[in-house]
């Protein structure tokens, strides 16, 4: 079995929604939280995520230039193969 690693991100995204439901919750039936507190874990909520969405695109910029990387290394090694078929033929004096 595989196991999916628990990130940072991940872990304070459901701790923070679940502080956020209890609060919605007690604003409704017992008055207790405000409506800045509210706006605070929504707004909390949108930065984990956001943060989240970047160490994405960093994550993706690196299989980029991996890709980018095998591509260079994939075309020199048919320019390899180009000239050493050019020996062979050159050598067997084929035209």
């Keep these: ?22 609060m919605i919750l007690t604003r409704i039936f017992g008055n207790s939280a405000t409506d800045t507190q509210i706006y605070l874990g929504f707004f909390t909520s949108l930065l984990i995520i956001i ?29 390899n193969l180009k000239s050493d078929m050019e020996l062979i033929k050159n050598k067997l004096k084929i035209k």
Excluded at 1 to 20: D, G, N, P, Q, T
């Design 1 to 22: 079995m595989k196991y999916k690693k628990i990130e940072l991100f991940e872990v304070l995204l459901w701790i923070v929604a679940i502080i956020l439901f209890v």
């Design 51 to 79: 943060g989240h969405i970047i160490k994405l695109n960093t994550n993706i910029g690196d299989i980029n230039r991996e890709l980018g990387e095998f591509k260079i290394k994939t075309i020199n090694s048919f320019d």
